[in-house]
């Protein structure tokens, strides 16, 4: 009764060897370039499909590839995925941490040109802009206190409310800036226009 599960548990094992182990032995996608002047992703060779290999852009290059980590958990994860973006030219990944949720089609086209505008200028730094604190108010008819205000949780650790983006237009030196909206949504943080 031992030998069919055995022979069960070793057959198991060698087929579960032959199986790729994961994203390591995943096939790369080529970027080609038709006859026609379009992009052609492909994870076969250019030459097969009667395409030739596109270059990449000049910093795109020099950026590593990309390991899939979910969102943006806090601001200074998303201010990473922003300058990257930007700084590679790529305005699927600046899209990628865009807060698209209840957006119409067509508005997501407009944003997609707005993200695109963006990540054509250089970047010259992300400054996150914080709340302004509210001046304190005094109740009516109550003198004013001899004692300093009380620190409270809210005025020791304000968060952002948006990422100021520090670019140059086309001369490299006229300074551009661009505001970007924070929202919080499902633990994430993510862009808005």
Known sequence: MRRPAALAL?????????????????????RCTGADG?????????????????????GMAAAAPRAYRGCAR???????????????RDVNRLA?????AGMSSRSGHH???????????PLVGIVPVQAETPAPVQAAGYGA??????????????RPVALRLEQTVGDRITPRGTMLG????????WVSL
């Open 38 to 58: 379009t992009t052609i992703y492909t994870d076969r060779r250019c030459s097969d499909i009667g395409a030739v290999t596109r270059p990449q852009r000049a």
């Open 111 to 121: 944003v997609m040109d707005r993200l695109d505008t963006i990540v054509q200028r």
């Open 182 to 189: 924070l929202r919080r949504h499902m633990g994430c943080w």
């Open 74 to 88: 806090n601001v200074q994860d998303l201010v990473h995925e922003v300058s990257a973006a930007i700084d590679g």
């Open 10 to 30: 070793a057959l198991l094992a060698v087929l579960a060897g032959a199986l790729p182990a994961g994203p390591g032995h995943a096939q790369s996608i080529n």
């Open 145 to 158: 206190s001899t004692f300093p205000p009380l620190a409270t949780a809210a005025s020791a650790r304000r």
């Open 96 to 100: 990628g941490v865009y807060h698209f």
